[in-house]
């Protein structure tokens, strides 16, 4: 099965011309329609459209799915891809490219329908080089066809309810740590960052834990942040 790439994006086409220039040459930009011309402007090609992050997730993964391909998502402010050493230090840069052909070859030959990277940079939290039913951050992601979707009631955390939505039906989830991934996220303008704030964050926070239960818990040091519980499945 072919797979897609798909950039989710929103008020960041100026900077296209730092992107990775194999996301910039072949990915599926899904932005919102009124965008369509500043993009192609800084070099973008191919257009989906959508309105909100979530619509714009599930446009992608529809999108995808329809055409007979898997979905990769990858957000727009990649920075830096580094090996894992898994000696708990970050390894030499790589391409992204080499990075997304890894990811795809691991995906291809799992049995897990929603594949994923290290939620941080951080190789702390990377120590082996997969890891199953762990959380999988949004920002980039392996999906095969589905009918799940993201929950269009949230606005951020999206990616801990889809997570769990996967693991609830399939069983499965799976993260490919061989690489190491820097995003701007907070510090980038544009996208969610636009409407980030605290009091969003416990609302969706708060929401997480009401809809999952004793799969998730509160995160004890980070404020309004949710952890998986250990033996999440028994509340699923």
Not at 39 to 52: D, E, H, S, W
Not at 56 to 73: D, P
Not at 139 to 153: I, V
Not at 214 to 224: E, F, Q, S, Y
Request: hydrophobic share 35%; charged share 30%; proline share 3%.
């Amino acid at each position: 099965m072919k797979t897609n790439l798909y950039c989710v994006s929103y008020k960041r086409a100026h900077t296209l011309p730092e992107m990775d220039s194999f996301i910039r040459e072949n990915a599926i930009f899904c932005i919102w329609k009124e965008e369509e011309e500043e993009y192609k402007k800084y070099g973008a090609k191919n257009f989906i459209f959508g309105q909100g992050l979530l619509n714009q997730r599930n446009q992608a993964l529809s999108h995808a799915f329809e055409n007979n391909a898997n979905c990769v998502q990858i957000d727009d402010d990649l920075v830096r891809v580094r090996k894992n050493n898994f000696d708990g230090k970050r390894g030499e840069d790589v391409s992204f490219e080499e990075a997304y052909n890894d990811l795809i070859e691991f995906a291809e030959q799992s049995q897990a329908k929603l594949i994923g990277i290290p939620p941080t940079d951080n190789p702390f939290f990377a120590k082996k080089e997969v890891q199953e039913n762990a959380f999988v951050i949004a920002s980039f992601m392996f999906c095969k066809p589905t009918d799940l979707r993201f929950d269009t009631d949230m606005k951020v955390k999206e990616d801990y309810d889809y997570t769990l939505q996967h693991i609830k039906k399939y069983g499965l989830t799976e993260r490919f740590q061989k690489y190491l991934y820097t995003f701007k996220h907070y510090s980038n303008s544009g996208g969610v960052v636009d409407y980030r704030n605290d009091e969003l964050e416990k609302e969706n926070m708060l929401y997480l834990l009401k809809k999952w239960g004793g799969a998730l818990k509160m995160h004890p040091k980070r404020k309004n942040e949710v952890l998986f519980n250990r033996n999440l499945k028994r509340f699923l």
